[in-house]
């Protein structure tokens, strides 16, 4: 078997292919529903139906997309230079615990000057935790993917630390949790009343901000020169080791950003909980956008309300919430399946 | 019945009406021809032509679209390299498929027989082996490791390899490409002994005088068709190369031309190990204006070295390297473009070009980052575009645009788009390392053409290639690489090839100490 390129697809092809995506993804979602014993009409539609069904859903979906946008426009940025950054989930509790360190009294200044030094504090350190791994990539060849990965846990582990310990909120019951932040360190909601916060314009701010670097900077020229052709860019005079490193500091504040507008958009303080997994959720954002970072604000948005919407349809059906990750894992082998063939054609022998 | 004269001989292989498409590309279109016992037919064409499609389909590596295989007379099932092996037929490929690890008699018998059998080098094969390597004069120790022989006598081994098989027929794939004129000479030996015992052969070359040498009958493939089927001895090379390309070729002409000041010296240089390839050896070297300076030698004798040395890659580990203006910088790309040295890599898909950015992103591969390319971080789109333009118009590079992938391109044309990139820099030393591998001769005519009016207008050119033929006609000076040194520059015309062969070769190096 092999795949036979195809120069330029038809506009059906195109538009059908995803379309097979699409219902393979749902008649997977579907079978599963079944099993558990519901009506699977029914379990898609409630799914839909909470996700984006009323306004309640559909800001609690943009709320849950924003840490997505920002962990898939990390992994974007990094997997584009073939930097493998799996520990976007370090690197957004990093982010947190430094807002939650500058943002509970420490510095008491004007939410207008407080908020911009917390996010840039929130992207240095989240930078700092990946410089480690790049360097150690670029120096000795250690596998950054290893390196990421481990880093993971050792932050969990760490900020569990700080939350038992220095960190523990003295009012806190007992609880691992820090203190919350002064009234000046929150993000302010978009629409008075709505739950929605600022983090969410922040987040596609971002996006657009990658997608100038990428297509109308040296930098973005340059991280796509390595990513495809490392040997040609260094023999064309690219300092691929310093773009690496470069690379490396924007994903790895991109994440920390998650963890900044998780905290002090949404939840006020840190906990253990604070991330379900958005950083490795983020991989999939990336991908599912072909680490497109337009196209991450996209599935950004698709993953969040499958989620949600699972949530919220768990709560009305007996089908368990993990009917989500599925979907999302279905939706994202199809996608990619079909985007390739979209500029292929399988040849058998 | 004598070697040459075959018309009446059984007829040992057949092939009809062979088609193959690759996507877009007929890399065959009905291709048939007979081969009769104990003859020699060379295949000939241009890279491209179809020949190596054609005989990978024979061999059953590929499978032909359409067309049968007969082997005495059997049709071949397709797609079966071992069913090839069994009726006879064997290939000694391009790149040898040996194990390095291995030694002479072992990578021989590997294949042979069962994996478990216990005694693998029995006292029976090994005199098989030794009476093969007598008949056919294939000269190599049977204990050797195969890693520690030289290109020559892997490929010894390869033909000893087909033989012990009892091929009957065997296909040499540009068996001379890599060998030294002795040991073609010695290869033609062997072949010429084959025949004699009734083997048949197909020879697949590009190199005319070769293929006059030692053919009876010569098949020429053009873009994949079958152009013309002739008897060797009733054609001469010129005719062969007018069938080949369709159209007559012009040898480059070079003038005479005063050389200028030296731009680039080397004097006692040597670099460091990298891996199996060999690190240059007190190497000294200068490039001056208005001079093409040849570096002949057989494939993997340190000519990565060298070109990565002066591509800025790597650095010298002793000696001194100047330039005419040093500035005593560090040695990298960027202070080797710097300083006017325009790089033609050695493999443009790897190293000279990224596939999937577009003609206009390639051709700022070096200069994104100046002005008018990009200014303070910036990139400026319209000056890259209008740079790839010019390119693409002054050389003309055949394309549906600026903003089509490389990838879509031919060899030819990404080379031709390489050459604007470095050219259009006004580059005062230019390091040309195999610069028409794989081309066709239009375009192998046209970068020469571009190289010789670079040294006229004042350049330094330093051309890599193991092509001989090559270095001999476009060279001022030649040096002569063997296991990372160089020999003493050589002016135009005052070594035959044989001689630079013998350099080749290795002789001359020795009593010289280094390069003398």
């Given at each position: 078997m092999r795949l036979e390129p195809i120069a330029n697809p038809t506009l059906a092809r195109r538009i059908v292919l995803p379309a097979v995506a699409l219902a393979l993804t749902v008649i997977a979602a579907s079978f599963l529903a079944l099993l558990a014993g519901a009506n699977p009409f029914a379990t898609l539609g409630l799914i839909l139906s909470g996700a984006v069904g009323s306004k309640f859903a559909l800001l609690e979906t943009l709320n849950r997309a924003t840490p997505l946008i920002f962990t898939g426009l990390a992994a974007a940025v990094a997997f584009r230079a073939?930097?493998?950054?799996?520990?976007a989930e370090a690197q957004l509790y990093a982010g947190a615990a430094v807002t939650v360190i500058l943002g509970t009294g420490a510095l008491g200044l004007p939410a207008a000057l407080l908020l911009p030094i917390l996010a840039l504090a929130a992207m240095l350190a989240g930078a700092a935790i990946l410089l480690g791994p790049v360097l150690l990539k670029t120096r000795?060849?250690?596998?950054e993917v290893v390196t990421t990965l481990l880093f993971n846990f050792i932050m969990l582990l760490f900020v569990s630390y700080l939350l038992e310990g220095p960190?523990?909120?003295?009012?806190?019951?007992?609880?691992p949790k820090s203190a919350a932040l002064i009234p000046e360190a929150r993000l302010p909601r978009?629409?008075?009343?709505?739950?929605?916060?600022?983090g969410f314009a922040l987040a596609l701010l971002a996006a657009v901000a990658v997608w100038v670097i990428q297509t109308r900077t040296t930098l973005g020229y340059e991280i796509r020169a390595v990513g495809l052709n490392a040997e040609a860019a260094r023999f064309a005079g690219i300092p691929v080791n310093r773009v690496m490193v470069k690379t490396a500091l924007l994903s790895g504040g991109l994440a920390a950003l998650a963890g900044f507008s998780e905290v002090?958009?949404?939840?006020?303080n840190l906990t253990l909980?604070?991330?379900?997994?958005f950083g490795y959720a983020g991989i999939i954002v990336a991908m599912l956008a072909l680490l497109n970072p337009l196209g991450v604000v996209l599935s950004a948005l698709f993953v969040a309300g499958v989620f949600v919407g699972a949530d919220s349809m768990s709560r009305a059906a007996a089908?368990?919430?993990?009917i989500a990750d599925i979907l999302t894992a279905t939706a994202l082998l199809t996608m990619v399946l079909a985007l390739r063939l979209t500029h292929a054609r399988v040849r058998w022998r | 019945m004598s070697d040459r004269d075959t018309g009446g001989a059984e007829v040992v292989l057949r092939l009809s009406g062979i088609t193959k498409r690759f996507g877009a590309l007929?890399?065959?279109?009905a291709i048939g021809f007979d081969l009769r016992r104990g003859e020699v037919i060379a295949l000939l064409g241009e890279n491209g032509a179809g020949k190596t499609t054609l005989m990978n389909i024979l061999f059953g590596h590929y499978t032909a679209d359409a067309g049968t295989v007969e082997v005495f007379g059997q049709p071949l099932p397709p797609g079966h390299p071992r069913a090839a092996l069994a009726s006879g037929v064997g290939m000694v490929h391009q790149h040898f498929t040996l194990?390095?690890?291995?030694?002479v008699l072992d990578n021989i018998l590997l294949?042979?027989?069962?994996?478990?059998?216990?005694?693998?080098?029995n006292a029976a094969a090994r005199a098989r082996v030794s009476r093969l390597a007598q008949d056919f004069g294939?000269?190599?120790?049977?204990?050797?490791?195969?890693?520690?022989?030289?290109v020559g006598e892997r490929q010894r081994v390869e033909i000893l390899k087909a033989l012990y098989r009892d091929a009957r027929i065997l296909i040499l794939d540009?068996?001379?490409?890599?060998?030294t004129p002795q040991e073609t000479t010695a290869l033609f030996a062997t072949l010429k002994k084959a025949v004699a015992l009734g083997l048949s052969i197909i020879f697949i070359s590009h190199k005319l005088g070769e293929v006059m040498e030692i053919s009876s009958r010569v098949l020429v493939l053009r873009h994949g068709k079958l152009v013309g089927e002739v008897e060797t001895a009733r054609t001469d090379r010129h005719r062969l190369a007018e069938m080949m390309v369709g159209a007559e070729i012009a040898a480059p002409k070079v003038a005479e031309r005063v050389p200028g000041p030296a731009l680039l010296t080397l004097k006692g240089v040597e670099t460091a190990r990298r891996g199996n390839a060999p690190r240059l050896k007190g190497v000294d070297l200068e490039l001056r204006a208005g001079q093409i300076i040849g570096l002949a030698g057989v494939?993997?004798?340190g000519q990565s070295a060298l070109a990565a040395l002066i591509g800025g890659l790597e650095s010298p580990t002793q000696g001194r390297m100047d330039l005419?203006?040093?500035?005593?910088?560090?040695?990298?790309p960027r202070s080797a473009l710097a300083a006017g040295i325009a790089r033609i890599p050695e493999d443009r898909h790897r190293t000279g070009?990224?596939?999937?950015?577009?003609l206009t992103e390639n051709a700022i591969l070096?200069?994104?980052?100046?002005a008018p390319m990009s200014r303070r971080g910036w990139m400026d789109w319209r000056a890259a575009e209008g740079f790839a333009r010019r390119i693409i118009e002054t050389y003309d590079v055949r394309c549906p645009?600026?903003?089509?992938?490389?990838?879509?391109?031919?060899g030819g044309n990404m080379q031709k788009l390489i050459l604007g990139r470095v050219l259009e820099a006004a580059p005062r030393i230019i390091l040309a390392n195999?610069?028409?591998?794989?081309?066709d001769i239009g375009a192998v005519t046209f970068v020469h053409n571009r190289l010789i009016a670079a040294r006229d207008a004042g350049a330094a050119v330093l051309l890599i290639s193991e092509d001989l033929d090559e270095v001999t006609a476009l060279s001022d000076v030649i040096h002569v690489i063997y296991e990372g040194r160089l020999s003493p520059g050589f002016p135009r015309?005052?070594?035959?090839p044989a001689e630079l062969g013998l350099w080749m070769a290795g002789q001359g190096f020795g009593e010289a100490g280094h390069a003398a």
């Open positions: 073939r930097l493998w950054n799996i520990g000795l060849g250690v596998d960190m523990k909120d003295p009012m806190g019951m007992g609880w978009i629409v008075t009343g709505l739950r929605l916060h600022w002090a958009g949404l939840k006020g909980d604070l991330s379900p997994g089908v368990p919430t993990y | 007929l890399a065959n279109d194990a390095d690890n291995l030694s294949g042979t027989r069962s994996l478990f059998s216990p005694s693998l080098g294939l000269a190599v120790h049977p204990d050797a490791r195969v890693g520690s022989l030289s540009e068996p001379t490409a890599v060998l494939s993997g004798n005419a203006e040093d500035d005593g910088v560090d040695w990298s070009t990224v596939a999937d950015f577009s070096e200069s994104y980052a100046r645009g600026p903003s089509a992938r490389i990838r879509l391109l031919s195999q610069p028409v591998r794989g081309l015309g005052t070594k035959t």
